[in-house]
Every structure is written in C-alpha cells, then in structure tokens.
C-alpha cells in the first residue's frame, strides 16, 4: 500500500538520511525505533506525503508520491490514519465534534452519526463525549487521537511516539488498541523509543522491528 525506494531526505542541507527502503503491506505491524534526530517523524510524514523526499520514490497506494496533485494526495490521505505524539485539538469543540472532524471537512459529516458513538465506546470515552479536550487527561486524549485517526477508515496507521506521554497502564490500552486495528487488516506503523512496549507487543502481534540510525534503515529484529 505505501512503499519507499531507495528513499534520500536532506534538511538544512544536511542528508538526514539514504537508501531507504520500506514497505508497508496490508495486515503488516511495523515498529520504528532510532535515536532522537536520526529521521523517524520525517519517515512517517514522507509515508503520508506530508514531506516529498529529495531522490528515491515514494508510492502511495499504487501512485508516485511526485505526480498527485493536491486534491489527488487530500483523498489519498483520508486511507492514512495518522497518530501524532503531541495531538492537537479544537478546544471550543466537544470531543465528539473533533474526533468527526476527519469526516466533517471531507463533506461526509453525516457518516459520523453512524459509527462515532462506536468508535467512542471502542476507546473508552463514551462517557467524555461532551467535554472540551483540554479537560482530557493525557491517555484519554491520546484514545482520543486515535479514535480521530481512524474514523476514515483508513488502510494504513501511522503513531508517532503514541505513547510518549501517558503511564504503562495506559500505553498497553493503546497498544491494545493498534493491535485490534491490525487484526482487521489494516498496516500499522509505530514510532516509538520504548522498548518495553515493543517487548509487551510480542504475545500479541507479529511485527517488524526497523531501527533508523546512522542514516540508514535497519532490521532490529526479527519475528517478535
């Protein structure tokens, strides 16, 4: 579904990194680990088309990343949930209202009456519907996150440091959550810096563990 080739990315004149190469199947689980400043939220902004890379292609479902134009990349990326690590929201908006967000810009708001109080339940904030995101504490907003992500439907799953600012307890709710994801087909690609959840990953999921270092992409490991 998305694949890197031979990928380049130079920032302020500096090659972040070279070589890469990557590709993210249907149903695969991939972990992406490295050291901080070594590319890995560039990486997932070039799979999500946010970034074009300096030489290399990048395919997006079946096209070249280069030849969308804008309109062609904006639908492309409703089928790319994206899960950031410092999640933003409307803070005048319910939270309901902003995990429908994705669907309300798209034109398609009245799919969300259909399957959000779903998706609420799914995440664990049924009953946090109605409050304002900054009344969230940090795991509800990162459930939240992804409840946004997701709500598309999209075929890939991309989370940056999903678990970056929330306790253990919590970090496994979320992992548990990508798992199911996963579980339905979907391809899921998780940057994170935590080991220990890549660790308590193993009895759930068969996943890739892919480590970004010395401006190369490297196998960490095999099958967990």
């Known amino acids: 579904m998305i694949e890197l080739k031979d990928v380049a990315y130079t920032y302020g004149g500096a090659e972040l990194f070279s070589g890469l190469g990557l590709t ?7 972990f992406l680990t490295g050291p901080s400043g070594a ?13 074009t890379a300096t030489s290399g292609e990048v395919t997006l479902f079946g096209e070249p990343r280069r030849g969308l134009s804008r309109d062609q990349l904006a639908m492309t990326r409703r089928r790319i949930g994206v899960v950031h690590q410092d999640c933003q929201f409307l803070d005048h908006l319910p939270l309901a209202e902003n995990i429908a967000l994705p669907l309300t810009v798209a034109g398609r708001g009245d799919e969300a009456e259909g399957n959000l109080k779903d998706l609420l339940a799914w995440v664990g904030l049924t009953k946090q519907a109605g409050q304002r995101p900054p009344e969230l504490s940090g795991g509800e907003r990162q459930r939240a996150a992804l409840a946004r992500a997701v709500i598309t439907s999209p075929d890939v799953i991309l989370a940056d440091e999903p678990t970056g600012n929330i306790d253990w307890e919590m970090s496994q709710r979320l992992l548990r959550l990508l798992v199911e994801l996963n579980r339905m087909g979907k391809a899921v690609l998780i940057a994170t810096h935590d080991l220990e959840l890549i660790r308590a990953a193993k009895a759930q999921v068969s996943a890739r563990v892919l480590r970004l ?9 095999a099958e967990l």
């Not at 993210?24 to 991939?30: D, I, T, V, Y």
């Not at 590319?39 to 970034?51: I, N, Q």
């Open 213 to 221: 270092t010395g401006r190369k992409l490297q196998m960490a490991g």
């Open 39 to 51: 590319g890995k939220t560039t990486l997932l902004k070039l799979c999500y088309g946010e970034l």
């Open 24 to 30: 993210l199947a249907p149903g695969s689980f991939h």
